[in-house]
Every structure is written in structure tokens, then in C-alpha cells.
Nanobody, 114 residues
């Protein structure tokens, strides 16, 4: 059974930092391209960062230079370091496979105040 569990969200002021973590189970984690997605109120879910199975990365323009995605294949975890946060980063953040996605986890709320 696939399980994705996100953690690490919180409330910060603009310019602050947070580190999100996602623990995955029930999947061949090291073989998969993984991503962090977010969904802001009233908006569609969007992919903000990708880490491929070979550990190369890709970022949405809106977060490039501020967010860093990483993975630990030994622990089946993927993380997102978020620096210089902006109010527009406020959203629920989720991790999932890139491409054919699994069922979504509960996500973790990130709130950035100005």
C-alpha cells in the first residue's frame, strides 16, 4: 500500500524559511521521479519542484533560486528547503510521483505572512 506522509509546514513571516519532508512507503522510491506540489486556495494544484531518479532537479520559475529539493533513497524521503518565503507561497504542499501520481497524502500547510 502506497503511503505519502508530508510534514514540516508552519507559519512564517515573509523572508523566512521552512523545510518540508515527505516519507514514502510501498513504492520503489529510488526508481521514481518525485516532486513537490502545492495548492493555494481557489487555485489548481501545481508542481513546484522535481527530483529525478538520478537526482537532477527542476523548478518552477516562481520558486527557482529559493527552493531546493533533495532526496534520501536510503530513507525513502524527499525534502524541500524553502528560503526567502513570500506570501504567494502560502499553500498546502504535497509530495508525489511525477507523471503517474499515487493517491495524495494529507499535505502540510505553509502560511507566509507579509
Amino acid at each position: 500500500q502506497v503511503q505519502l506522509v508530508e510534514s514540516g509546514g508552519g507559519s512564517v513571516q515573509a523572508g523566512g524559511s521552512l523545510r518540508l519532508s515527505c516519507a514514502a512507503s510501498g513504492i520503489f522510491f529510488s526508481l521514481l521521479d518525485m516532486g513537490w506540489y502545492r495548492q493555494a486556495p481557489g487555485k489548481q494544484r501545481e508542481l513546484v519542484a522535481t527530483i529525478f531518479s538520478g537526482s537532477s532537479t527542476n523548478y518552477a520559475d516562481s520558486v527557482k533560486g529559493r527552493f531546493t529539493i533533495s532526496r534520501d533513497n536510503a530513507k525513502n524521503t524527499v525534502s524541500l528547503q524553502m528560503n526567502n518565503l513570500k506570501p504567494e507561497d502560502t499553500a498546502v504542499y504535497y509530495c508525489n510521483r511525477v507523471g503517474v501520481r499515487y493517491s495524495w497524502g494529507q499535505g502540510t500547510q505553509v502560511t507566509v505572512s507579509s
